[in-house]
T-cell receptor, first 114, second 110 residues
Framework: DAGITQSPRHKVTETGTPVTLRCHQTENHRYMYWYRQDPGHGLRLIHYSYGVKDTDKGEVSDGYSVSRSKTEDFLLTLESATSSQTSVYFC?????????????FGPGTRLTVT | EDQVTQSPEALRLQEGESSSLNCSYTVSGLRGLFWYRQDPGKGPEFLFTLYSAGEEKEKERLKATLTKKESFLHITAPKPEDSATYLCAVQETSGSRLTFGEGTQLTVNP
């Protein structure tokens, strides 16, 4: 257990509404990631953070923004949700240290955009 | 661009029937290759990291091996509780991102 929680765990929202997903970690890891998982595509990186207020884009970042104002929290925002953003979203953390590059995942948030 | 291809997409085994899952990869410089297990409705669970060709790691009935172009996850005498989707991912030396394959869905029948 890497001490990662995600909230909410399930959410149904309407097209055009803003949505914020939260990832919280208890172990002070430097790196945090947001992925989405879809059938036929596997896990794809949306955004990641390498420190407080330090973030960068992943391969599917369009339509998403992130913020990290505290080490323990990484927020993913869909400014105006679309049906194509229906997915399962996973947060992950990594120490990012030599010999310890593995990522540990949270339980996921299932988002449905109607 | 990094690429990871896993095969087969799905595999059905009888309990005790050993087999292997394949992960082929293309990466400019490999920092590490990672194996994960994912159960339905849950997040991926870390299993192994392999860093260099020739390296092997074991955990219970699982053994992961690495060559310069592919990795194998060998499952010896599997049990029904080994049923899950197994994911492979690679990380380049230049960054912290992981590139995932689509996974192999393993079903072990009693």
């Amino acid at each position: 257990d890497a001490g990662i929680t995600q909230s909410p765990r399930h959410k149904v929202t309407e097209t055009g509404t803003p949505v914020t997903l939260r990832c919280h970690q208890t172990e002070n890891h430097r790196y945090m990631y947001w992925y989405r998982q879809d059938p036929g595509h596997g896990l794809r990186l949306i955004h990641y953070s390498y420190g407080v207020k330090d973030t960068d884009k992943g391969e599917v970042s369009d339509g998403y923004s992130v913020s990290r104002s505290k080490t323990e929290d990484f927020l993913l925002t869909l400014e105006s949700a679309t049906s194509s953003q229906t997915s399962v979203y996973f947060c992950a953390i990594s120490r990012g240290l030599a010999g310890s590059y593995e990522q540990y995942f949270g339980p996921g948030t299932r988002l449905t955009v109607t | 661009e990094d690429q990871v291809t896993q095969s087969p997409e799905a595999l059905r085994l009888q309990e005790g029937e050993s087999s292997s899952l394949n992960c082929s990869y293309t990466v400019s410089g490999l920092r590490g290759l990672f194996w994960y297990r994912q159960d339905p409705g849950k997040g991926p669970e870390f299993l192994f990291t392999l860093y260099s060709a020739g390296e092997e790691k074991e955990k219970e009935r699982l053994k992961a091996t690495l060559t310069k172009k592919e990795s194998f996850l060998h499952i010896t005498a599997p049990k029904p509780e080994d049923s899950a989707t197994y994911l492979c991912a690679v990380q380049e030396t230049s960054g912290s991102r992981l590139t995932f394959g689509e996974g192999t869905q393993l079903t072990v029948n009693p």
